[in-house]
């Protein structure tokens, strides 16, 4: 499959480029990361049990995933607290740009 693809940053000079599925994926995840690290000040903060109905998973799950890096929990410095997500990690998945394959990592 071939995606037709006008990138934000060269619209003035109206780029247009034909990639793959999987090229536009990345794409979009790097757009997403660079983003993010520039509005994660603003970003909303996403909660543990808003994070389990969001993604459908067990806590068990959200768990694992922290364990294994895929979804880190973030904590104050000090651990006091309740830890969260952030709102562009939670949409990440929701879109399913982490996931290998359909089901996502570690399914339940």
């Known amino acids: 499959m071939v995606v037709g693809l006008v990138t934000l940053k060269h619209i003035e000079s109206m780029e247009f ?3 793959t599925a999987e090229e536009f994926r990345q794409i979009l995840r ?10 994660r ?3 909303r903060k996403v909660f543990i049990n808003e994070a389990l109905k ?5 806590d068990t799950t959200l768990w694992r995933w922290d364990k294994e890096g895929y979804l880190p ?7 006091g607290g309740r830890p969260w997500y952030w709102e562009s ?14 089901g996502g990592p570690g399914d339940e």
């Open 17 to 19: 480029h034909y990639v």
């Open 30 to 39: 790097e757009e997403l990361d660079a983003h993010s690290k520039n509005e």
């Open 41 to 43: 000040i603003k970003e």
């Open 54 to 58: 969001r993604l459908g998973v067990s």
């Open 73 to 79: 929990k973030h904590k104050r410095e000090g651990g």
């Open 89 to 102: 990690e939670i949409r990440r998945l929701e879109l399913g740009l982490d996931c290998e394959n359909e």
